[in-house]
T-cell receptor
């Protein structure tokens, strides 16, 4: 069964450094998402991406964040200058379409630790 | 999107049916009810969704009340591997490029021997 993959599984970085989290969505999917989950808290929506542009973003997704689909398979989340509060699990998701019946499939997540 | 209310935790004996309730009293006519689950910090996993009719798939059944103000997810024969946080999410199927999921705190289901 096709699945969303994410690399790395765990990333440790120092405050102020840039990080890039990588995702390979399911191949025929057209809609891509990033969510995050701070330890012990809810899963929070960050951004959705379709047709090579952001379709929606949350208040969390400020100028420090960016997303890109650099080629036909990868979908990346960049945090320009990490803060301690960026420490979280980051989940990538994808869906074939946005309508019911075409659900979002989530990857296993990248645990980001900012020290 | 409509707000949902779920009990914070439930226990279930292995092999028995697990019935997880969800209240969504402010749901509007074009909003669907979705259920996802998250097993121990893994990525959320889609289970089932419905609009107004009851639905069943290989994982679960979804019972939606006639007034659509509440629903119940049923795992017919719960196993230890069903121990997870279960999220009831109400959302509109919009057009225009994507459809975010808004997660609440969910119900922690613990399946025990």
């Amino acid at each position: 069964e096709p699945e969303v993959t994410q690399t790395p599984s765990h990333q440790v970085t120092q405050m102020g450094q840039e990080v890039i989290l990588r995702c390979v969505p399911i191949s025929n999917h057209l809609y891509f998402y990033w969510y995050r989950q701070i330890l012990g808290q809810k899963v929070e929506f960050l951004v959705s991406f379709y047709n090579n542009e952001i379709s929606e973003k949350s208040e969390i997704f400020d100028d420090q964040f960016s997303v890109e689909r650099p080629d036909g398979s990868n979908f990346t989340l960049k945090i320009r200058s990490t803060k301690l509060e960026d420490s979280a699990m980051y989940f990538c998701a994808s869906s074939e379409r946005e309508t019911p019946g075409y659900e979002q499939y989530f990857g296993p997540g990248t645990r980001l630790t900012v020290t | 999107d409509a707000k949902t209310t779920q009990p914070p935790s439930m226990d279930c004996a292995e092999g028995r049916a697990a019935n997880l309730p969800c209240n969504h009293s402010t749901i509007s006519g074009n909003e669907y009810v979705y259920w996802y689950r998250q097993i121990h910090s893994q990525g959320p996993q889609y289970i089932i969704h419905g609009l107004k009719n009851n639905e069943t798939n290989e994982m679960a059944s979804l019972i939606i009340t006639e007034d659509r103000k509440s629903s119940t997810l049923i795992l017919p024969h719960a196993t230890l591997r069903d121990t997870a946080v279960y999220y009831c999410i109400v959302r509109v199927a919009l057009g225009g490029g994507g459809n975010k999921l808004t997660f609440g705190t969910g119900t922690q289901l613990k399946v025990e021997l």
